[in-house]
């Protein structure tokens, strides 16, 4: 009998430490056990309430208008894991199509539109260009402000005046009609967040648009977000007093913060000790594109991206031991990279910044160049790739004889050029190749070029 007992008992352990796959689809439903595709959960709230440690949490395709605190933690083990399949095709977002033929002229008006929408609206995309449209100061004034809204709560009808002026319909839009974070995990350990998109979350007072980020960790341990994408939210990821948290290899664009000026793309501030950023690209914002503030210690960016943004990469108030590595950062409206407000000292290492940059170790493996003068010449700035071509002038200006900045000179990438010449080596613009033929040769595996210019 107590052979049989303890059995049972080591069978029921053994099933309590067994890791569970959950699921969430479109087509699921919160009381089936979400334990497969066929028998899926409908909401992330539902899932993120029962994981355990090891537990595995998978978002089917489709576009999930939802949002969830998660409080659930993993350990260092068993981190818990909250998963797309695909995040081109899985979708956190907070906002919902709006036809642009549903709007009518307003009588007596010559550009103001309007809709009447059951959902209260607190942002408004014009999603066919693009365009966040600003908040108007009242209905009255619309004619007067192109690319604007205007919400009223009491009638439920939104005023839109268009960025071109001309009628709705000729446009579409997305509106955010749920406000706040879409995931807040709160005293959270041992997580991570990948494949996944987040898209049009907005704060519900733009004054207050640090409460309108896609991912906001508070008081979190050991997180890593990675492979994730994060476009037009008020911004894309906050940590607030997070420990060892890693966001990587993620992509961030048009996360704008319309109300306040002090947010980035990508924030650590209140405290967070020991975060990283690495490899992310971060571009079209409007503020920061990423930010250390608010007395984040011992926090690190390495081999970030960061291409128009309003102050690219910025350390301020800031303590320990910091270091920016192999980023690249360029065409920022006020300031590419800054680190001189922050606590002494920092590391600046192998990095790529144009001008204005306030650099506090601007050592020579640095490549900071001024666009106004100097032509690096790298690869292809549209296509962010900030490699050298084999003559830039940068080349072999580093310590112990290597190329300056981010990216090393490397012999995969050709051109080809209209005046060039099969008899160059076609690694640079002023030595392309004459034809793609000549170029095609150069195609084996090893030396596969990011790409063929045709100059």
């Known amino acids: 009998m107590r052979k049989i007992t303890l059995f049972l008992v080591s069978l029921f352990l053994l099933l309590n430490l067994r890791a569970v796959e959950y699921f969430i689809s479109l087509d699921g439903n919160d ?14 709230k539902k899932a993120v309430d029962i994981l355990k440690p090891g537990d595995i949490l998978t978002i089917l395709p ?3 208008l939802q949002q969830a605190l998660v409080k659930c933690s993993g350990t260092p083990e068993k981190p818990i894991v909250i998963r797309g399949t695909d995040k081109k095709f899985c979708i956190l977002k907070g906002w919902k199509d709006i036809n642009g033929e549903d709007f009518k002229a307003v009588s007596g008006s010559r550009f ?6 059951e959902n209260n609206v607190f942002n408004v995309i014009e999603s066919d260009t693009g365009q966040m449209l600003d908040p108007a100061p009242g209905i009255e004034d619309m004619d007067s402000f192109r690319s604007s809204y205007c919400y009223d709560k009491a009638s439920k009808k939104l005023y839109i005046h268009s960025s071109d002026g001309k009628s709705p319909e000729s446009h579409s839009f997305k509106v955010t009609v749920i ?8 005293n959270v350990k041992n997580m991570v967040i990948e494949n996944l998109s987040f898209c049009g979350s907005y704060a519900e007072d733009s004054r207050m648009a640090g409460w309108g980020y896609a991912i906001r960790t508070y008081q979190c341990e ?17 940590d607030s007093y997070g420990l060892k948290n890693t966001i990587r290899d993620c992509r961030l664009s048009n996360n704008l913060a319309l109300g306040y000026g002090e947010l980035g793309q990508i924030m650590f501030s209140m405290k967070s000790t020991d975060c990283t950023a690495l490899n992310n690209i971060i571009t079209d914002g409007i503020n920061h594109g990423l930010r250390f503030y608010g007395h984040a210690k011992n926090v690190r960016a390495i081999g970030n991206i960061i ?6 990469l910025y350390y301020k108030a800031t303590a320990g031991s910091r270091l920016a590595e192999r980023n ?15 606590g002494q000292p920092i590391k600046d290492l192998w990095n790529t910044f144009a001008t204005p940059s306030f650099v506090f170790d601007p050592n020579n493996s640095n490549l900071i160049f001024n666009p106004a003068k100097d032509n690096p010449n790298f690869c292809d700035t549209e296509s962010l790739d900030y490699r050298l071509q084999s003559d830039s002038p940068y080349r072999k200006k580093g310590p112990d004889g290597k190329d300056a900045g981010a990216y090393q000179f490397e012999a995969n990438v050709f051109f080809v050029s209209p005046n060039g010449n099969d008899n160059n080596d076609g690694l640079s613009v002023k030595s392309a190749f004459l034809t793609l033929e000549k170029a095609s ?3 084996k595996a090893g030396v596969f070029p990011e790409f063929i210019k045709n100059l």
């Open 328 to 342: 690249v950062v360029d065409e920022c409206k006020r300031c590419n990279y800054s680190d001189l407000q922050g």
């Open 441 to 443: 040769k150069k195609l």
């Open 112 to 117: 103001t539109y309007v809709a009447e929408i």
């Open 307 to 312: 291409v128009n943004d309003g102050i690219g």
């Open 179 to 186: 406000p706040g974070y879409l995931l807040n995990p709160v």
């Open 62 to 64: 489709g576009e999930y």
């Open 31 to 44: 009381s089936n056990p979400g334990t497969s595709a066929n028998s899926a959960f409908k909401t992330v």
């Open 222 to 238: 050991n997180i890593l977000i990675r492979n994730c994408e994060f476009h037009y939210n008020c911004g894309g990821y906050s």
